[in-house]
């Protein structure tokens, strides 16, 4: 008997690197054969992964002349570089021409104009989709459009279908807890289980499973290369802090310009202060990926730990405490151990609660960093009791409910 299939849908960045992980595990246990419909940038990461790809450009169909002309249309009204103009044409136009068939023409460019590819909800093509792979279950992540249209999608065909919760739900909540939405959710933590249960998500049917994209911190090889990076680079008795490097734009999206863009840079010019003012202190930053030094001026006891040369998984379990404003290093901080700080002052607050949902030790603001950092110092590591644990077998046993 063949194993089942089991389709995935995901767009890129942090979305596909949740589904990898499952798919991987479902194809190396020999409990189902998963395919990958990849949407956007997360074509190539699948490729990358030997995982089976599947794409909008292979959901065309000989009749879709006036999909192919839309999103030609479209995609000739797009700046800036085009990885593959095929897939873009198929995306926008397959998606477009649903506006199309359910606005009419005049009222899809209109909502086209306004909204722009938010204004996608492909069910059709999602429909297609599965009707190709002939899935026994759907997995998606938490991203509107596709993602979205692929668990209405499965309910209309009745394939059961399960929903990876990346982080935390604030504004998402609502759509993603809707009656019917998904026949399983498996989420980060409680916290984020209870704000989905709110929003109307049966409670029974919800995990806390964590992250798969972050189960490589609970590699056992990873823990001890932090102990043993720790132990060479002469950290013992130190108090380690690590900063993650952030820029932000003057001008943001929802509420326009921003005068307090430069935070981050304040907050390592503080981190830096409180170092320097305590002997056995250390302050590592830690630059993005692809952005070299960020003008980052090294010191007796200011260390750029950049990548390559710094893999990020172990450091985590080298450093004593994260401080930053709301990059994901925080999250994978706690998640191996370090006491993290959240630093409050911007728009994106709100939809960040890290003390509330259990993430952040303190959640401060700038003129309040300098305290949080000598009320954690005298704090060890935690345990990692606190977290779930690697997430991927959760989730697969999660998943092998749904599968017959």
Known sequence: MNAPRVLFVCYGGGHVQMALPVARALRD???????????????????????????FKDLLEAGDTK??????????????????????????????QELVDDLGETEALRTYREKGRHAFLPVRALARAIRRVGPAAVVATTSPRAEHAAFIAARRAGIPSLCIVDSFLQDEAKRLGAAGYADRWCVFNEAVRNVLAAAGAQASHIACTGNPAFDVLHDPQVIEAGRRLRESRGWS??????????????WHPVIGRWDGGDLPQRVEASVRDWVLGHEEALLCLRPRPGEGDAGIEEGPRVVRAAAPEWALAPLLHAVDIVVTVSSTVGIEGHLAGARVVQVLGTPFDASSPWLEFGIADRAVHLQDLHGALDALRALPRRSGAGTPGAATPQIVRVLRELLP
């Open 29 to 55: 246990e020999g409990i189902a054969e998963p395919v990958i419909l990849g949407l956007t940038t997360a074509a190539q990461a699948v490729r990358d992964a030997g995982l089976p790809l599947l794409q």
């Open 67 to 96: 999909a192919r002309a839309w999103g030609e249309r479209l995609l000739a009204m797009m700046s800036g570089a085009v990885i593959d103009p095929a897939e873009s044409v198929a995306y926008l136009g397959l998606s477009f």
């Open 237 to 250: 008795g130190r108090t380690v802090v690590l900063v993650p490097v952030q820029r932000f734009q003057q």
